[in-house]
């Protein structure tokens, strides 16, 4: 059975730090691209940041640029993101994802991964407010 359990969510203030992990079982986890997903309310899913299944890859939305960082730890099947200098506009629930389709933009490199199979935590809320 596939899990993928979230932690680490809260409430900051702005311009503080938060750390989410993400614990995965079931699957093969190194066969995965791993993505971070956010939800706020009355806003569609979107992508946060994305890490290649060996982990030498990374990508982020625009807005998330060097402030968050994304990780994975094959061994112990974790995936985490750091997030710095937080915003009230990065307050949602936010998502690990197994599989979806990442790509990746390294100068002349671009490349996509992703899985076949597709799996979703169940979201961990982060609010940033004052």
């Known amino acids: 059975q596939v899990h993928l359990i979230e932690s680490g969510g809260g409430l900051v203030q702005p311009g503080e730090s938060l750390r989410l992990s993400c614990a995965a079982s079931g699957f093969t986890f190194d066969n995965y691209p791993m993505s971070w997903y956010r939800q706020s309310p009355g806003k569609e899913r979107e992508l946060v940041a994305g890490i290649s299944k060996g982990g030498g890859w990374t990508t982020y939305a625009d807005s998330v640029k060097g402030r968050f960082t994304i990780s994975r730890d094959n061994s112990k099947k974790t995936v985490a993101l750091q997030m710095r200098n937080l915003k009230q506009d990065d307050t949602a629930v936010y998502f690990c994802?197994?599989?979806?389709?990442?790509?990746?933009?390294?100068?002349?490199?671009?490349?996509?991964?992703?899985?076949?199979?597709?799996?979703w935590g169940q979201g961990t809320q982060v609010t940033v407010s004052s």
């Open positions: 994802n197994a599989g979806s389709e990442i790509t990746i933009n390294s100068g002349d490199l671009t490349f996509t991964e992703r899985h076949e199979s597709e799996y």
